[in-house]
T-cell receptor, first 116, second 115 residues
Framework: GAVVSQHPSRVICKSGTSVKIECRSL??????MFWYRQFPKQSLMLMAT?????????EQGVEKDKFLINHASLTLSTLTVTSAHPEDSSFYIC????????????FGPGTRLTVT | AQTVTQSQPEMSVQEAETVTLSCTYD???????LFWYKQPPSRQMILVIR??????QNATENRFSVNFQKAAKSFSLKISDSQLGDAAMYFC????????????FGQGTELSVKP
């Protein structure tokens, strides 16, 4: 099956710094990648959709200047949390698909971000 | 707008017994996909089962089966012969071709399995 990795799995950073999370599709070309945020015991909240070579489409209420998404290749998308604050602490999950017309999404294992 | 509702925040089942998780959705479309995902304590999302709306036959994957009632917009998941490893959060999700490839998730149901 299709495999998606995320790095790092856990990260702790200080308030005011930036942190980058990588999402890679290991055995297929992911035209489209999605970034989600999840709080404990809650559902996945879609933050943005990125298509390779294009600007990401952000969901309403998500600050695009704070959560920078880059999808420069068919196997890599990155989420950079800029000027992180404790309220940005959360579990971030990416998923990848062959494209917008494909219903199957392959999920990464997630990244736990803690901002101190 | 499409919505997915899981009305059971928590469910519990005895090992080896059967449990049914409920999911309803709202859509005016006729062709879409429905999914059940499992999220164990590791938090890795795992696809459990998929149902294409144009198929009348209910999907089945080993101990997991669905009851898809299209007119009622209901999509429940039945887990038979429950095992300790089935304990997890379960999310129902909906996918429509023309909504930008997005999955719409329900709120989730936390399933515990008692030995």
């Amino acid at each position: 099956g299709a495999v998606v990795s995320q790095h790092p799995s856990r990260v702790i950073c200080k308030s005011g710094t930036s942190v980058k999370i990588e999402c890679r599709s290991l055995d297929f070309q992911a035209t489209t990648m999605f970034w989600y945020r999840q709080f404990p015991k809650q559902s996945l909240m879609l933050m943005a959709t990125s298509n390779e070579g294009s600007k990401a489409t952000y969901e309403q209420g998500v600050e695009k200047d704070k959560f920078l998404i880059n999808h420069a290749s068919l196997t890599l998308s990155t989420l950079t949390v800029t000027s992180a604050h404790p309220e940005d602490s959360s579990f971030y999950i990416c998923s990848a698909s062959l494209g917008l017309a494909h219903y199957e999404q392959y999920f990464g294992p997630g990244t736990r971000l803690t901002v101190t | 707008a499409q919505t997915v509702t899981q009305s059971q925040p928590e469910m519990s089942v005895q090992e080896a017994e059967t449990v049914t998780l409920s999911c309803t959705y709202d859509t005016s479309e006729s062709d879409y996909y429905l999914f059940w995902y499992k999220q164990p304590p590791s938090r890795q999302m795992i696809l459990v089962i998929r149902q294409e709306a144009y198929k009348q036959q209910n999907a089945t994957e080993n101990r997991f089966s669905v009851n898809f009632q299209k007119a009622a917009k209901s999509f429940s998941l039945k887990i038979s012969d429950s095992q300790l490893g089935d304990a997890a959060m379960y999310f129902c999700a909906y996918w429509l071709y023309n909504q930008g490839g997005k999955l719409i998730f329900g709120q989730g149901t936390e399933l515990s399995v008692k030995p």
